[in-house]
Nanobody, 119 residues
Framework: QVQLVESGGDLVQAGGSLRLSCAAS????????MGWYRQAPGKQRELVAS???????NYVDSVKGRFTISRDNAKNTVYLQMNSLKSEDTAVYYC?????????????WGQGTQVTVSS
């Protein structure tokens, strides 16, 4: 059974930092593109950052230079280091694991972790 378990969400002041973690179980990590999404109240879920199996990272423009995604394949864990946090970063952050090539294809989500940035 596949599970993605996020942790690290918290209340932080603007300008502060947080590190989110997502631990994956179910023997999928090595095949998966890992991503962090976020959803603020009243807004659509958006992709924040993703990292390929080879370590290539992509970011939404609003977090470039502030957030860093990384993965530890030995620990089946993906991280999101968030620096210089802004009030607009407040959202529920979701971990995602997907495989779009090969077989089986899949798309799994974690339960989410709340990040609140106070101004």
């Amino acid at each position: 059974q596949v599970q993605l378990v996020e942790s690290g969400g918290d209340l932080v002041q603007a300008g502060g930092s947080l590190r989110l973690s997502c631990a994956a179980s179910g023997n999928i990590f090595g095949f998966s593109i890992m991503g962090w999404y976020r959803q603020a109240p009243g807004k659509q879920r958006e992709l924040v950052a993703s990292i390929s199996t080879s370590g290539m990272a992509n970011y939404v423009d609003s977090v470039k230079g502030r957030f860093t995604i990384s993965r530890d394949n030995a620990k089946n864990t993906v991280y999101l280091q968030m620096n210089s946090l802004k009030s607009e970063d407040t959202a529920v952050y979701y971990c995602n694991a997907r495989r779009t090539t090969g077989w089986p294809k899949y798309d799994y989500w974690g339960q989410g972790t709340q990040v609140t940035v106070s101004s």
